[in-house]
């Protein structure tokens, strides 16, 4: 599929449905992880392997934001992904990034939120792809990264009510997915980096509504072991 055509598909309503149901998700989840609550007017957020710029375009339809990295290797969506920001917010403030998550070209602490959506798959090598995102966070920011369609109950609404909605293409996609290389991790490397990092993390893994990792950048309190 090219880009032209990955736009016009992102752009149907019922995909910006599920965007728009995947950020809610995102947030809610997020703001569990949370001290504070995420300041959008005062965030900077990077989305990663933006594409057209689904996910920031629902992030910007919920939201007034400070600012917006757009990043890809594919430098063809970046101008796509902003003009589509742009219809949301004119003056919305973007940054176009011709970049790969292994070595993302910015220096440290920068994001309060790092989101990334259909991308994780792809990227050859998960720790340092991860590393890259924790370097790139400011103290506290938080990270979103994983795929998926939306929740269960978003699925089985937009099966009843979407009426281009095909569940044999979505199998034939799904089908189509297994096929293409995935450099992911069983959860428990990932576990494992948390870990080591010692900060807040959740991992949710649902069958249907993807598969999602989160966490903070705040080290966390070590408790005293009484005795
Ligand atoms: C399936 S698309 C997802 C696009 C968008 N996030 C969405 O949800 O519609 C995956 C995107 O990840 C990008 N990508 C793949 N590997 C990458 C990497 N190493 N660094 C940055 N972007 C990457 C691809 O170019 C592509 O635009």
Redesign the pocket.
């Known amino acids: 599929m090219d880009y032209k055509q990955f736009d016009a598909q992102?752009q149907s309503v019922w995909n910006a449905n599920m965007?728009d149901d995947i950020c809610k998700t995102a947030l809610s989840r997020c703001s569990l992880l949370q001290q504070a609550n995420l300041d959008f007017s005062r965030a900077s957020i990077l989305?990663?392997?933006?594409?057209?710029g689904?996910?920031s375009q629902a992030l910007l339809r919920r939201n007034k934001i400070r600012e917006i990295a757009l990043?890809?290797?594919?430098v063809e969506?970046l101008q796509i992904a902003a003009d589509n920001l742009r219809k949301i917010d004119k003056d919305q403030k973007l940054f176009l990034i011709d970049?790969?998550?292994?070595h993302i070209p910015l220096t440290d602490n920068l994001f309060s939120l790092v989101i990334?959506?259909?991308?994780q798959r792809?990227?050859i090598d998960q720790y340092r792809?991860f590393q890259e995102i924790h370097r790139v966070l400011e103290p506290d920011g938080i990270a979103y990264i994983g795929g998926g369609r939306g929740s269960s109950t978003f699925q089985k609404h937009r099966e009843l009510n979407d009426p281009d909605w095909n569940p044999e293409s979505f199998r034939r996609d799904r089908h189509f997915l297994k096929h293409l290389p995935s450099y992911l991790l069983p959860d428990e490397a990932y576990q494992a980096l948390f870990q080591e990092w010692n900060v807040p993390w959740a991992i949710y893994s649902n069958e249907g509504d993807g598969h999602w990792f989160c966490w903070q950048k705040r080290v966390l309190e070590k408790i005293p072991i009484p005795g």
């Open positions: 992102s965007y989305d990663i392997g933006c594409g057209p689904g996910i990043m890809d290797l594919r969506g970049g790969d998550v292994h990334s959506r259909g991308s792809f990227w792809a």
